[in-house]
């Protein structure tokens, strides 16, 4: 094909490099799956799963440290943000959004950028993810600084929207992470931290949605609790500062301060009340008798952490 017909054919002029990467091998083990019943599928997705937390497992090495800058930026105030495309970047989307129910962060304290903006986690919008302008100027619109943490998440490793947003935020001074399911990846490359999870090829050829999305789910979990637990979050494995905004919520509240200070339901219920639903300032309540502004100052003394308040009072 000449270079004028692959330009208006859509085809790019130098060839995507996949050739070599674990991601995109055909396994054999799957060539007939079309012939497959329901039940043997079930199986062979099972067992294609299982081998996921090992892989996880093997990372853990070039995890643990990026978890440790990321975690010690955060105690310095600054932000947490996950750059991907497609699936990656929905469940950066996915594990941002539920930071402030978990732990009552502020909305932009851990934030999920996806090619395509918002649009794009509700509907596939697959070329967005070559617009390496576009992965710049979303770190720019973020005003994203030597503050900020950026963890860019493609499973490939080469997507154009996310390396470009690493490059940016790295020249900005920020912390950059990059996680691909790939070995030797241009990201690694990019990114401050590595991480390669490598889960190899997929039950259907080359659907990254699978093994190596459910990788990715399982790093982010880590990345955004262990964070969240190394800022004083929780009591033991409590979530003592969720946001108690619904029934579910609140229930779960009552039975936390239940849980710590022994009161009955009506008095749990009384010092949640007069401390703004908030577990901690409840809890610092019952236990040492503090009014929500004196639980308040020490709290925020102690870095949030319930447990250095309550064992120094």
Do not use: W
């Amino acid at each position: 094909m000449s270079a004028d017909r692959r330009q208006h054919s859509g085809f790019a002029d130098t060839p995507v490099g996949l050739d070599g990467m674990e991601t995109e091998r055909v396994d054999p083990r799957y060539a007939s799956i079309d012939r497959a019943s329901v039940a043997e599928l079930a199986v062979l997705m099972n067992e294609a799963d299982a081998t996921v937390p090992l892989a996880v497992r093997a990372a853990l090495p070039q995890i643990v440290p990026a978890i440790e800058a990321v975690a010690q930026r955060m105690r310095d105030g600054g932000r947490l943000l996950y750059v991907g495309a497609g699936t990656p970047g929905r469940l950066g989307v996915l594990d941002a959004s539920e930071c402030p129910p978990t732990f009552s962060t502020p909305p932009d304290l851990v934030r999920g950028l996806i090619a395509g903006g918002e649009p794009a986690v509700f509907t596939a919008q697959e070329g967005v993810e070559d617009d390496a302008d576009a992965g710049r100027a979303v770190i720019a619109a973020e005003g994203v600084g030597p503050a900020d943490s950026v963890v860019g998440v493609t499973a490939s490793g080469r997507t154009p929207y996310v390396l470009a947003a690493i490059g940016e935020a790295r020249a900005r001074g920020a912390l950059t992470v990059g996680m691909s399911c790939n070995a030797g990846t241009a990201l690694s490359a990019a990114a401050e931290h590595a991480i390669e999870v490598v889960v190899g090829p997929e039950v259907v050829a080359g659907s990254t949605r699978l093994k190596a999305g459910t990788a990715q789910k399982l790093v982010l979990n880590m990345f955004s609790t262990i964070a969240m637990v190394q800022l004083g979050k929780t009591y033991g494995n409590l979530m003592v500062d969720l946001g108690a905004t619904n029934a579910k919520l609140r229930e779960r509240a009552v039975r936390m301060v239940r849980t710590v200070t022994g009161a009955s339901r009506e008095r749990a219920e009384e010092a949640l009340e007069a401390s703004g639903m908030r577990v901690t300032l409840a809890i610092l309540r019952l236990e040492r008798g503090l009014d929500a502004d004196e639980a308040s100052a020490r709290l925020a003394a102690a870095g949030g952490r319930l447990r250095d308040v309550l064992e120094a009072t």
